[in-house]
Every structure is written in structure tokens, then in C-alpha cells.
């Protein structure tokens, strides 16, 4: 069945209080489906594999990662339930705009592109974003091994290091990904990078959301917006 966060055992809690709301730990693989608690918004991601399992993610939640961590959704799956109002945030936990102080070390530290990893998936895994904010990450979401799922609506890339989304090309076959209200910046490529492409695809795209295609031949072509375009291997 599904626990709360506060029930799972990948999940410990911190100490101290953080902008009157308590911070829980979320680290190591986990098996079993999770529900994150929206009465305890604010979480330290010390690296998260979801191995079979789901992920469910409230609104308003706040997921903050140590240097290098992931969150690596393998073989399971990815949710987020945020709204215009009370988005979903995947941010660096230097970020002290959100949610406070984390760290607990004032001013010492600013958050960094590539403070982070990025969120990852992979055969069979799924992830479905609705109305969140990814920030600071090396990637922002890519599927370095396919994925059998993929839904990225309403959501915003911030301040990363490579592109905002990136896809191998068994990655695209079932992504939803090109909902008008996504958007990008700062990041090293503010749209889609979709790489050793050897599939056809009829893919709209919408200004502010760039498109970039690798070839099997190691070419890229980068694609105008605001246009629908028919892609041959």
C-alpha cells in the first residue's frame, strides 16, 4: 500500500526546524510507493532511486538536494500534483528562496547551476510532472536509458548546467512534453536536446522551448520555434 513519507524507512528526520516547517531526510533506494507528507514540505535529498515504486509528490512540497545527489527513477515512477499556486519544487539546497535557510549556514553558500545531478529515468520507469520548477540542476530531467513514460506540463527550468530536457530517441516515444505552458532559462540549452535520433516524429514545438536533434551521424540541427516539424532518420 502506499506510506507517508514520514512511515517510510528510506526517510529520517532532521532536527532542526526550517521556516516553521519540519525537514525530513529522503535518501537510498526505495521499494515501496511514497507519498509525501504536504503537512512537512521541506526535504534534503541525500541521492533517491525509486526502484519499482512511485513517488507521489503534493503541491507546495519542496525537495532540496546535496551536492552531486539524483533522484533516479528506475523502473518505477514520478509524480507530481502541484498547482499554479502551489507548484512542486526540485531545487539545489543552497536555494535559501524557497523554503528558508536549509542549510543552516546563512549566507555562506549560493546555489549553482549543476549544484545537483538532475532527476533521471530509465526501461520502465515514468515521470510525470505537472506544475513544478526544476533549478540548479547539471541536468534538468534526461532519460539516459529510455523511459516508457514521459509528461512534462506546466512546468519551468531554471539555472541549469546542460539542457533543460534531454532524451535519447526511445525516450520520446510516448513523451508529452511540448505543453505550451513549459518554459526555460539559463539553462545550457532552454528547450528539449534529443539525442542519437533514428526515429520519425512529428513534433510541435512553441517559442521558448527549443528543439535540438543529434543524428545518428553525431550531427545536430537546431530547430526553429513556433512550427511543426516532420523529422527523418
Given at each position: 500500500?502506499?506510506?507517508?513519507?514520514?512511515?517510510?524507512?528510506?526517510?529520517?528526520?532532521?532536527?532542526?526546524?526550517?521556516?516553521?516547517?519540519?525537514?525530513?531526510?529522503?535518501?537510498?533506494?526505495?521499494?515501496?510507493?511514497?507519498?509525501?507528507?504536504?503537512?512537512?514540505?521541506?526535504?534534503?535529498?541525500?541521492?533517491?532511486?525509486?526502484?519499482?515504486?512511485?513517488?507521489?509528490?503534493?503541491g507546495g512540497?519542496?525537495?532540496?538536494?546535496?551536492?552531486?545527489?539524483?533522484?533516479?527513477?528506475?523502473?518505477?515512477?514520478?509524480?507530481?500534483q502541484g498547482?499554479?499556486?502551489?507548484?512542486?519544487?526540485?531545487?539545489?539546497?543552497?536555494?535559501?528562496?524557497?523554503?528558508?535557510?536549509?542549510?543552516?549556514?546563512?549566507?555562506?553558500?549560493?546555489?549553482?547551476?549543476?549544484?545537483?545531478?538532475?532527476?533521471?529515468?530509465?526501461?520502465?520507469?515514468?515521470?510525470?510532472?505537472?506544475?513544478?520548477?526544476?533549478?540548479?540542476?547539471?541536468?534538468?530531467?534526461?532519460?539516459?536509458?529510455?523511459?516508457?513514460?514521459?509528461?512534462?506540463?506546466?512546468?519551468?527550468?531554471?539555472?541549469?548546467?546542460?539542457?533543460?530536457?534531454?532524451?535519447?530517441?526511445?525516450?520520446?516515444?510516448?513523451?508529452?512534453?511540448?505543453?505550451?505552458?513549459?518554459?526555460?532559462?539559463?539553462?545550457?540549452?532552454?528547450?528539449?536536446?534529443?539525442?542519437?535520433?533514428?526515429?520519425?516524429?512529428?513534433?510541435?514545438?512553441?517559442?521558448?522551448?527549443?528543439?535540438?536533434?543529434?543524428?545518428?551521424?553525431?550531427?545536430?540541427?537546431?530547430?526553429?520555434?513556433?512550427?511543426?516539424?516532420?523529422?527523418?532518420?
Amino acid at each position: 500500500g502506499t506510506r507517508t513519507a514520514a512511515a517510510a524507512a528510506a526517510i529520517t528526520h532532521y532536527s532542526h526546524q526550517c521556516s516553521s516547517r519540519k525537514v525530513v531526510r529522503l535518501e537510498a533506494p526505495v521499494s515501496s510507493d511514497i507519498t509525501l507528507d504536504p503537512d512537512c514540505s521541506i526535504y534534503v535529498v541525500g541521492g533517491l532511486t525509486l526502484q519499482g515504486a512511485t513517488l507521489t509528490v503534493p503541491g507546495g512540497s519542496i525537495l532540496k538536494f546535496e551536492p552531486a545527489s539524483r533522484l533516479v527513477v528506475w523502473g518505477g515512477h514520478l509524480v507530481t500534483q502541484g498547482t499554479a499556486e502551489s507548484p512542486v519544487t526540485f531545487t539545489s539546497l543552497k536555494d535559501d528562496s524557497v523554503g528558508g535557510d536549509t542549510n543552516n549556514d546563512g549566507s555562506a553558500t549560493t546555489p549553482q547551476p549543476g549544484d545537483w545531478g538532475g532527476i533521471n529515468f530509465a526501461i520502465p520507469g515514468s515521470v510525470a510532472l505537472l506544475h513544478a520548477v526544476v533549478r540548479y540542476g547539471n541536468d534538468g530531467l534526461g532519460t539516459p536509458g529510455g523511459g516508457t513514460g514521459l509528461s512534462i506540463k506546466a512546468t519551468r527550468f531554471e539555472h541549469i548546467t546542460n539542457a533543460a530536457v534531454g532524451l535519447y530517441s526511445n525516450g520520446l516515444r510516448n513523451a508529452d512534453i511540448w505543453d505550451n505552458d513549459n518554459s526555460a532559462i539559463d539553462c545550457g540549452l532552454n528547450g528539449v536536446h534529443i539525442r542519437d535520433f533514428a526515429d520519425t516524429a512529428t513534433i510541435a514545438t512553441h517559442p521558448g522551448w527549443t528543439l535540438v536533434v543529434d543524428g545518428t551521424s553525431g550531427a545536430a540541427d537546431v530547430l526553429g520555434s513556433d512550427m511543426t516539424i516532420t523529422i527523418q532518420a
